[in-house]
């Protein structure tokens, strides 16, 4: 399944350099809402198995491009925020195989977010 979330949060560069510890909780506050309205409009069901998650930014009018590594803030917060929508039962490696940051798509005349995508797995018992 995929989901577009508007949010995009922090460079990682910004976390890294000491960004002001309230600015990172509006950003993880930001996740959270955007990612409840996405799930809530796009009608996802919580998923019971582990997946893999794909995190691909879109860069929209006047957003600076990234080095792809810098979008880990913005997938570790959407990530935190699946579980809290409850679309995952937890982010540890029992429910979340692997995290996959692809490069930026850069659409100037599109709204600057995330897609996600959430691949379930199918193992063996």
């Not at 570790?76 to 996959?100: F, M, N, P, S, W």
């Not at 379930?120 to 018992?125: D, F, I, P, Q, T």
Request: hydrophobic share 40%.
């Amino acid at each position: 399944m995929r989901l577009f979330v508007e949010f995009l949060g922090p460079s990682t560069n910004a976390i890294y350099g000491g960004i002001h510890w309230s600015k990172r909780k509006r950003a993880k506050d930001d996740a959270c809402r955007a990612t409840l309205a996405a799930v809530r409009a796009a009608g996802i069901q919580p998923v019971t198995g582990r997946v893999d998650l794909v995190f691909r930014p879109r860069l929209g009018k006047g957003v600076r491009r990234r080095d792809t590594s810098n979008n880990s803030m913005s997938a570790k917060l959407l990530e935190d925020a699946l579980v809290r929508a409850g679309v995952l039962a937890d982010d540890t490696d029992e429910h979340v195989r692997r995290v996959i940051h692809e490069p930026a798509e850069i659409d100037r005349t599109a709204t600057t977010g995330t897609w996600i995508e959430i691949i379930e797995l199918e193992e063996a018992a």
